[in-house]
């Protein structure tokens, strides 16, 4: 594959980069961490969401009447790169805006474009994605959080898990059953609920990962209220536009990990010359192995990544994003892993004296879950059976 960008792309790059050198947050406004959540840093984390939609570079891939630059995928691409480059985020709330804002674009009216998704891209909100449930994780159509119209309102009742940012998110795009009586997938909506709505209570979940501060939680509906003119799309149609909603997710789910197993990689070989030096002969050389190795396997999976995309730039599917979703996410743990050893006792700091949160234990946990979000290695190995390998169901 010959990977390469007309002038056009890069004039683009180097209009950003100009914009970023002159409107990067200070290092003491923002941790480098471009996956750190808004739950640990709400008020520089909206600023600077504010300052980049204002100059058209939060969604440059949207129309300028929607706060974009109608940036091609391609643009969007190196745009991606640039602020991993620069260890910058992007979003603290990338579920609202990666997910939640372009459904709502894609099934949503006007008012709520208007109330919602503008908010979200503003900085002004953040959203959280009401999916798993603890009977329903990889397998969503299992769902059982209902909802019961009643009026002008739908009623809600149920309970969902793993709810990324509710502690803190102003609402949530919630998927729930309208209609029990159908076949499971087909009788799904989605509802936008007010998290301060009656009845909505939210538990944060203990983590590993800043236990005092936990991004996920229970999120729990006792008769909630919500107006019907808050279902998004039309009723029962959820599973259908669920399906578009994780396009965007396994779409910018994937090309952030070729990122972000990019920037850990770069954090390693900074590692790398400190820890070196103090090894035995052998000890250098098994180090300098697992250097090679997890060199090579970032430049792979960049590969691949990057071939996936130009087939969905094309307009074509490509199934093999689910191998690497599952090779780079499993590189990721082993990158955090060799880092964290690497670090020594630095590792157990709570604050990243680099500038990087990678080689603290914290970011080695951290890589477990991208195993898991966005559909498991197990989940992924199905696909890949079935869709790739042409292997029967199971």
Known sequence: ?????????????????????ENRPSDEEMTADPALSTAHAPDWARRWARRM????????????ELGGRNASAVETLVYLEALTEAQVPRTTNPQGLGIIAPSILDYGNEAQIEEFAMPLLRGDTTACLGMSEPDAGSDLANLKTSA???????????????????????????????????????????????????????????EIVHPETPDLAEVFLDDVRVPAENLVGEQNNGWR?????????????????????????????????????????????????????????????????????????????????????????ETRRELGRIAAEWSGPAALSSEPASGSKVGRLEDYFHTFAATISAGSSEIQRNVIAERVLGLPRE
């Not at 594959?1 to 914009?19: A, H, I, N």
């Not at 939609?53 to 300028?64: E, K, N, Q, S, Y």
């Not at 076949?183 to 939210?202: T, Y």
């Not at 994003?321 to 780079?328: E, G, I, P, S, V």
């Open 1 to 21: 594959m010959k990977l390469g960008f007309d002038e056009s792309v890069r004039t683009f790059r180097e209009e950003f980069l100009v914009w970023l050198a």
């Open 53 to 64: 939609f204002d100059a058209g570079w939060l969604v440059p891939g949207w129309p300028p």
């Open 148 to 206: 019961v119209r009643d009026g002008g309102d739908f009623v809600l009742n149920g309970q969902k898990v793993w709810t990324s940012g509710a502690a803190y998110a102003d609402f949530c795009f919630l998927f729930c059953r309208t209609d029990p009586n159908v076949r499971k997938h087909r009788g799904i909506s989605i509802v936008l609920v007010p998290m301060d709505a009656a009845g909505l209570s939210v538990s944060p979940l203990k």
């Open 241 to 329: 536009m669920a399906n578009g909603s994780l396009a965007h997710e396994r779409g910018m789910v994937w090309l952030n990990a070729v990122l972000d197993i990019e920037s850990a990689m770069e954090r390693l070989l900074q590692l790398a010359p400190d820890f070196m030096q103090e090894l035995t002969l052998q000890e250098h050389a098994n180090a300098a192995d697992d250097l090679v190795r997890l060199y090579i396997e970032t430049r792979a999976a960049r590969a691949l990544g990057y071939r996936g995309f130009a087939r969905l730039v094309k307009g074509g599917d490509a199934p093999e994003q689910a191998l690497m979703k599952a090779y780079a996410s």
